[in-house]
T-cell receptor
Framework: EAGVAQSPRYKIIEKRQSVAFWCNPI?????LYWYQQILGQGPKLLIQ????????DSQLPKDRFSAERLKGVDSTLKIQPAKLEDSAVYLC??????????FGPGTRLTVT | GDSVTQMEGPVTLSEEAFLTINCTYT??????LFWYVQYPGEGLQLLLK?????DKGSNKGFEATYRKETTSFHLEKGSVQVSDSAVYFC????????????FGKGTKLSVKP
């Protein structure tokens, strides 16, 4: 079974630029999550999708972050414009049940 | 709100040593508890879980018991190997339909041969 795929793996941008990350969940997983993991901290949930719909985006900085899930499968997370404090690893996860989330390898973003 | 506190790292052990990584939680309800592991260059993987008080989760020689009275979920392994070197995250889920995970800060483990 293929795991959660993410791209790119690494991205370096300057502040005020925009960036987008892509995630392809495990086939059949209705729930998809985006987490932000700042160096030295645990992952923090940004947004959760159930199929096409947003379940929880309470911690998503909506002035600069946006996310969508196309046809209930792939998802894209965008940052525009980026700030220095957005430097982090962005993790995508998917799940079939509420008890087990499967994580992708993450995208490491550096904002200079 | 709900939160998870883990012991500070890094932890350095010799091969075959006993491992304990402490984890305590604060939650208003009855959460499920998890340990995730992150090997270098890889994504998070679920190591073990426990969904109710007194449950013991176990996997790959690791164990953790859900202690409601002490609000703890300490990770243990009797004999660590070099291949166990990784970052370990304790997490809780509020158990609702959303299944949102709240993570601790992680504990880096290095095992020396």
């Amino acid at each position: 079974e293929a795991g959660v795929a993410q791209s790119p793996r690494y991205k370096i941008i300057e502040k005020r630029q925009s960036v987008a990350f892509w995630c392809n969940p495990i086939s059949g997983h209705a729930t998809l999550y985006w987490y932000q993991q700042i160096l030295g901290q645990g992952p923090k949930l940004l947004i959760q999708f159930q199929n096409n719909g947003v379940v929880d985006d309470s911690q998503l900085p909506k002035d600069r972050f946006s996310a969508e899930r196309l046809k209930g499968v792939d998802s894209t997370l965008k940052i525009q414009p980026a700030k220095l404090e957005d430097s982090a690893v962005y993790l995508c996860a998917s799940s079939l049940t509420t008890y087990e989330q499967y994580f992708g390898p993450g995208t490491r973003l550096t904002v200079t | 709100g709900d939160s998870v506190t883990q012991m500070e790292g890094p932890v350095t052990l010799s091969e075959e040593a006993f491992l304990t990584i402490n984890c305590t939680y604060t939650a208003t309800g009855y959460p499920s508890l998890f340990w995730y592991v992150q090997y270098p260059g890889e994504g998070l993987q679920l190591l073990l879980k426990a969904t109710k008080a007194d449950d013991k989760g176990s996997n790959k020689g690791f164990e953790a018991t859900y202690r409601k009275e002490t609000t703890s979920f300490h990770l243990e392994k009797g004999s660590v190997q070099v291949s166990d070197s990784a970052v370990y995250f304790c997490a809780l889920s509020d158990g609702g339909s959303q299944g949102n995970l709240i993570f601790g800060k992680g504990t880096k483990l290095s095992v020396k041969p």
